[in-house]
C-alpha cells in the first residue's frame, strides 16, 4: 500500500507562486510514476504533471508548462510541484497520485492507483 500527503495550499494573488509536497509512505518502488493533478468546481480532474519516481523525463500539460515544475526528494520520499506565475484559473484543488505497472497512461486521472487527499489551491485577480 502506498499513502499519499499533500500540503503547500494556499490563497496568493494572480503572478504569485506556491510550492506544494507530496510525501509518500509506504510501498513506493523505484518504477512507479507520480503525478499531480487538479480539479476545480464542476470540471473534470485534469492532468497537470508528471515524473517518473526514479527520476528522469518531466510532462507537463500545456496550460502549465513554463511556469510549474515538477522535482522529487527521494531522500525525503517527497515529490514537488512549484508554481510560478500563478493565475486565476489555476484555482483547484490539486492532488498527488502514484501510478504502477502495468503503465496505461499518464494523463488520465483513472489511470493511478493512489490518490492523496488535496490541497486548495486558489488564486485571487
Known amino acids: 500500500q502506498v499513502q499519499l500527503g499533500e500540503s503547500g495550499g494556499g490563497l496568493v494573488q494572480a503572478g504569485g507562486s506556491l510550492k506544494l509536497s507530496c510525501a509518500a509512505s509506504g510501498r513506493i518502488f523505484t518504477n512507479y510514476l507520480m503525478g499531480w493533478f487538479r480539479q476545480a468546481p464542476g470540471q473534470e480532474r485534469e492532468f497537470v504533471a508528471l515524473i517518473p519516481w526514479s527520476g528522469g523525463t518531466t510532462l507537463y500539460a500545456d496550460s502549465v508548462k513554463g511556469r510549474f515544475t515538477i522535482s522529487r526528494d527521494y531522500a525525503k520520499n517527497t515529490v514537488y510541484l512549484q508554481m510560478n506565475t500563478l493565475k486565476p484559473e489555476d484555482t483547484a484543488v490539486y492532488y498527488c497520485?502514484?501510478?504502477?505497472?502495468?503503465?496505461?497512461?499518464?494523463?488520465?486521472?483513472?489511470?493511478?492507483?493512489?490518490w492523496g487527499q488535496g490541497t486548495q489551491v486558489t488564486v485571487s485577480s
Open positions: 497520485a502514484a501510478q504502477g505497472p502495468p503503465f496505461r497512461g499518464y494523463s488520465d486521472y483513472a489511470n493511478y492507483n493512489y
